[in-house]
């Protein structure tokens, strides 16, 4: 298994764009989960999906970000407009029982 | 989710046991403690996870107290490239989790 697939794994944009970060959970997994890290909070949990529904999304920033899964194999991260502030690695996990990781997106926005 | 406390740092020597504890005083009856890695900003790796029995699988050893408020990773010969960040986090299968600043661990030649 190739384990979690993120795209891009690094993206450079300007302030008020609008930018979708990818994600491809393990095959037969049912949770799906979006974090994001930066030095300053550490690694905080912005939403996660169960069986494709968003169950928690108590930690998403706010109304800029969302996260749709419209089938088991994908689901996006969207910040619209996006700000210096959300400059940081986003992570993507899927889980049966144990959450693993994929290798992150690095967003940089100037 | 149940909170963990964790050391900011430890120092190892290379080929000896490092043994990382973590405090989850406020654990409930079925949260599950797991232990996660994270080697410069690679995406956490997970290491081992347990309910109550003590666990060891080919990277690590879990212990964990009869009364489960703590717990205890053992790597039992720590390598260089062991040095990572170390989370202990706690959480119901599949559930919400929270991770915390975790432990660095230096493995020294």
């Known amino acids: 298994d190739a384990g979690v697939i993120q795209s891009p794994r690094h993206e450079v944009t300007e302030m008020g764009q609008e930018v979708t970060l990818r994600c491809k959970p393990i095959?037969?997994?049912?949770?799906l989960f979006w974090y994001r890290q930066t030095m300053m909070r550490g690694l905080e949990l912005l939403i996660y999906?169960?069986?494709?529904?968003?169950?928690?999304d108590s930690g998403m920033p706010e109304d800029r970000f969302s996260a749709k899964m419209p089938n088991a194999s994908f689901s996006t991260l969207k910040i619209q407009p996006s700000e210096p502030r959300d400059s940081a690695v986003y992570f993507c996990?899927?889980?049966?029982?144990?959450?693993?990781f994929g290798p992150g997106t690095r967003l940089t926005v100037l | 989710d149940a909170k963990t406390t964790q050391p900011p740092s430890m120092d190892c020597a290379e080929g000896r046991a490092a043994n990382l504890p973590c405090n989850h005083s406020t654990i409930s009856g079925n949260e599950y403690v797991y232990w996660y890695r994270q080697i410069h900003s690679q995406g956490p790796q997970y290491i081992i996870h347990g309910l109550k029995n003590n666990e060891t699988n080919e990277m690590a050893s879990l212990i964990i107290t009869e009364d489960r408020k703590s717990s205890t990773l053992i790597l039992p010969h720590a390598t260089l490239r062991d040095t990572a960040v170390y989370y202990c986090i706690v959480l119901t299968n599949a559930g919400k989790s929270t991770f915390g600043d975790g432990t660095t661990l230096t493995v020294k030649p």
């Open positions: 095959s037969g997994h049912n949770s």
């Open positions: 999906f169960n069986n494709n529904v968003p169950i928690d």
């Open positions: 996990a899927s889980s049966l029982t144990v959450q693993f």
